[in-house]
């Protein structure tokens, strides 16, 4: 079992960064595929971003430049930086996690495909 704890969301004009944070516990982190996702009313859920646990990773082109994922396998936290937020960046955000390697994270899995999540966070983009 793992557990999944975001935190860092909250309010930021357009222009502006965030750093989320996803702390787990529960098992051996670092052999995990972590990632982020997103979901704004009326949206359906995006991926965002993935990390292997070697450090590999894969993001969205929706966000491609802007937001980067990164891991402490010693700590045990996941990250996603987020840079030069926009408006249609405001959504709940959510870590996600799999005990899978061998690339799998690369190609940036669904939702479903996870087998732990976290509760959210949220971030708002004011413009």
């Known amino acids: 079992q793992v557990q999944l704890v975001e935190s860092g969301g909250g309010s930021v004009q357009a222009g502006g960064s965030l750093r989320l944070s996803c702390a787990a516990s529960?098992?051996?982190?670092?052999?995990?595929?972590m990632g982020w996702f997103r979901q704004a009313p009326g949206k359906e859920r995006e991926g965002v971003a993935a990390?292997?646990?070697?450090?590999?990773?894969s993001v969205a082109d929706s966000v491609k430049g802007r937001f980067t994922i990164s891991r402490d396998n010693a700590k045990n936290t996941l990250y996603l930086q987020m840079t030069s937020l926009k408006p249609e960046d405001t959504a709940m955000y959510y870590c996600?996690?799999?005990?899978?390697?061998?690339?799998?994270?690369?190609?940036?899995?669904?939702?479903?495909?996870?087998?732990?999540w976290g509760q959210g966070t949220q971030v708002t983009v004011s413009s």
């Open positions: 996600a996690a799999i005990r899978r390697g061998g690339g799998y994270c690369l190609r940036l899995p669904a939702w479903g495909e996870y087998n732990y």
């Open positions: 529960g098992s051996t982190y670092s052999s995990y595929c």
């Open positions: 990390i292997e646990f070697e450090g590999a990773t």
